[in-house]
């Protein structure tokens, strides 16, 4: 089957000062970011989507509403392709990460892939729990030749997703940049898929598209 996905990263968020680690808690879009979900509206309304799956957590469903409205269509929210769960360190800067769990953070540089951050996951939980997920939506629905498809997630869940699809070590998945509201563009052809575009911008319109 040929078969394209566009896989989306949400728009911005509020910048929390100093930097504090978000992981899955609850936050809404900026203006900035929904600016950012306009700017795809129109730079992607000549694109007949057939199908739309989005993270449950709101910033990535207002994305997809964004991007989809004026559409008879709306994205399906998949916990699946929520953002990896960063359990006690969820919501504190750095420093209070090493400040309050001495040597973890170190130990979570080293081991990118496997370390867990105490109550929440690994990358490579992540890796498991997305990509089941980002296959399900491949595989459980009636999917037309030739179609394409939005999927709106997070930058943890699609490096993982990117990372599984390339066959790169999960190790390495901060080398794949994924900036807020960036679309990366993957072809089924014959079912093994290609990488077409990584961490595009909305604007000036890409002429892949």
């Known amino acids: 089957m040929n078969l394209t996905v566009h896989l989306m990263r949400h728009g911005e968020t509020g910048q929390e000062s100093p930097r504090r680690f978000l992981g899955q808690r609850d936050v809404p879009l900026s ?10 509206r129109e730079a992607l309304s000549g694109v007949d989507y057939a199908g739309a799956w989005c993270s449950d957590l709101s910033r990535c469903r207002e994305t997809a509403e964004i991007v989809l409205e ?5 994205a399906v929210p998949l916990a699946g392709l929520r953002e990896i769960a960063l359990g006690e360190w969820d919501g504190l800067t750095a420093e209070e990460v090493k400040a309050r769990f001495p040597g973890q953070h170190e130990a979570r540089g080293a081991d ?5 951050v105490p109550g929440g996951e690994s990358f490579e939980d992540v890796a ?5 997920a980002f296959e399900g939506i491949l595989a459980e629905n009636r999917i037309a030749d030739g179609a394409t ?3 709106v997630a997070h930058a943890g869940v699609n490096r993982a997703i990117l990372c599984r699809l390339l066959g790169m070590p999960l190790a390495g998945l901060f080398r794949l940049g994924q900036d807020h509201a960036c679309l990366n563009v993957i072809a089924y052809r014959k079912g093994a898929p290609e990488l077409r575009a990584l961490n595009l911008d909305a604007w000036p319109p890409a002429r892949t598209l």
């Open 31 to 40: 203006d900035s970011g929904r600016a950012q979900a306009l700017l795809w």
């Open 70 to 74: 004026g559409r008879p269509l709306q």
């Open 112 to 116: 990118m892939a496997g370390f867990r």
């Open 128 to 132: 498991h729990r997305a990509c089941c």
């Open 149 to 151: 498809l939005l999927i």
